[in-house]
């Protein structure tokens, strides 16, 4: 099993963040490994969504039902793919006062376990990779969209 474990402050609020990480049809735009999203339901409470792998012509997916309390968190619960096991979340905390939000501290946690050696093997470089870089993606895809502060 491996974990993924970051946190870090940014200048930008926890609406304006959770608002990328929720929009995950935008990702290939961003995220070098993202050949294609499929958002397969989104309202207040869930987002699910295929994400798929395309890095150095390794390809795999892998599907999510996160749970959502906008705009401080999302609970990441895996539906299918070549995990046994995989969860974890985005929590965004408020920084300065209620009303004058200045930032936020992003804490992002993540646990998975391959379904087999074979797939540990094969992906969990690669997965290592994405996981470990995800923060500093959204961070950089926040200074895009919102401009840097």
């Known amino acids: 099993m491996s974990d993924v474990i970051k946190s870090v402050l940014v200048p930008y609020t926890p609406a304006e963040m959770f608002f990328l990480v929720d929009q995950v049809e935008d990702y290939p735009q961003f995220l070098p490994w993202c050949g294609q999203t499929e958002l ?9 969504a295929t994400l798929h792998i395309d890095y150095h012509r ?5 599907t999510t039902r996160n749970l959502k309390q906008a705009p401080h968190e999302m609970h990441i619960r895996l539906k299918s793919g070549p995990f046994r096991r995989m969860e974890g979340g985005w929590r965004f905390h408020p920084l ?6 200045v930032g936020c501290k992003i804490e992002f ?3 998975y376990e391959f379904s087999n050696a074979a797939f540990d093997a094969l ?3 690669v997965f290592g990779y994405i996981a470990g870089s995800l923060v500093d993606s959204f ?3 926040a200074e895009q969209v919102y401009g840097a502060r």
């Open 40 to 48: 397969l339901e989104r309202d207040d409470e869930v987002t699910e």
């Open 109 to 111: 946690k993540l646990h």
């Open 123 to 125: 992906l969990g470089p």
């Open 139 to 141: 961070i950089q895809r």
């Open 58 to 62: 390794l390809r795999q997916h892998f």
């Open 96 to 101: 300065g006062e209620p009303d004058a939000i």
